[in-house]
């Protein structure tokens, strides 16, 4: 199946080397990262591209439904839980991601969270930053306090739970060598073969299996997909499992934490977290929104940039080109999830 023009719409931000590269294949690049997930219908019927780009935008049944000539909708990233998987199957829609090309972005931010966890950096900065200073951060005073925050545990020779040993799990594992933490990884394909290779302890396979790991681990950190199965992953009963103090990461999906349950850990246990990931989290740019967690001593957040360095994003971009261009040549879809 030849594809000589194919028309893309970019719903979302998407870097100009990815846009200049689609139009070098020929395509007719349509570019609105104004648009929502209330006026995608519309433009889709519209436009009727036959390749739909997202990042974090909602695609949802409306507008899979609006679609005429559709046939790909990409997402550029690794995750696909924005897009109504049953929907686009159901029109004979392929939905495709971008595995591994935002790994190392996403591992660097975890190693970020847990150096403020343990080292408490955003706490610092506001004790120091007078309270006259402006910015959206506002500040503490500009007291000097270093007997409150010359206490910190340090990472090496820490034991480190990893969640999930896909693409990022493995880069985060890879750097959580070099900091000389002792490593234990679980996955629902664990096994001691699979733990050797990747020169980790092995954490297992099932539930028991993960709240033994957290048990014994100073800091965990979770690298799964947001599915059904995943959902609540992080509930009552593991933080419970939790050690007293230990430092919780997540910069998978929001729907992997129940939490109620880790703000009550926070609360009753000290547990320290760094998210980059909530529930609810608007797929604006720029919205009102907050989360409660936020409020809590410990809890130390950013506005789920785990992907967003310059470096990730070129790589994703350059991913989604390669797409197309199987597809415009091929009428395969790569990468294909449903």
């Known amino acids: 199946m030849e594809y000589e023009r194919v028309k ?3 719903a979302d931000q998407f870097e100009q080397s990815g846009r200049d590269g689609l139009a070098a294949l020929g395509c007719e690049v349509v570019f609105d990262p104004s648009l929502t997930p209330e006026t995608l219908p519309d433009a889709i019927a519209n ?28 997402r550029a990233g690794a995750g696909y839980d924005n897009i109504d998987l049953p929907a686009a199957t159901a029109k004979g829609v392929a939905v495709c991601n971008c595995p591994g090309m935002n ?6 931010l975890v190693f970020a969270l847990l150096l403020c966890c343990d080292r408490r950096v955003p706490d610092q900065t506001l004790e120091l930053r007078p309270a006259d ?33 896909g693409a990022i799990g493995r880069a985060v594992i890879q750097r959580a060598k070099a900091f000389e933490m002792d490593v234990w990884a679980h996955s629902v394909n664990m096994t001691p073969e699979r733990a050797e290779s990747l020169g980790v302890r092995c954490g297992g396979r099932t539930r028991q299996d993960l709240l033994a790991m957290v048990a014994r681990c100073d800091a965990v950190t979770i690298h799964v997909a947001g599915t059904p199965e995943s959902e609540n992953m992080c509930d009552r009963e593991f933080f419970d499992a939790m050690k007293p103090g230990a430092y919780f990461i997540n910069t998978s999906r929001g729907s992997v934490v129940d939490e109620s349950a880790l703000a009550d850990a926070v609360r009753s246990k000290g547990i320290r977290a760094g998210l980059d990931v909530y529930r609810g989290e608007p797929s604006e740019g720029k919205s009102d929104w907050t989360t409660p967690l936020a409020a809590l001593p410990g809890v130390y957040t950013t506005h ?11 790589a994703v971009a350059d991913e989604v080109v390669r797409i197309v261009q199987v597809f415009q040549k091929t009428g395969q879809a790569e ?4």
């Open 335 to 338: 990468n294909k999830v449903n």
């Open 103 to 108: 790994a190392v972005a996403v591992a660097e």
């Open 47 to 74: 436009l009727d591209p036959e390749v739909l780009v997202v990042r974090s935008k909602k695609v949802r049944p409306p507008a899979i439904d609006a679609a005429r000539s559709l046939k790909l909708i990409i």
């Open 304 to 314: 789920h940039v785990g992907a967003s360095t310059d470096q990730a994003q070129n």
């Open 8 to 10: 893309v719409l970019i």
């Open 133 to 165: 200073s402006g910015g959206s951060g506002g500040g503490g005073g500009g007291g000097w306090n270093k007997k409150e925050f010359a206490k910190a545990r340090g990472l090496k020779g820490s034991t480190l739970g990893v969640v999930g040993v």
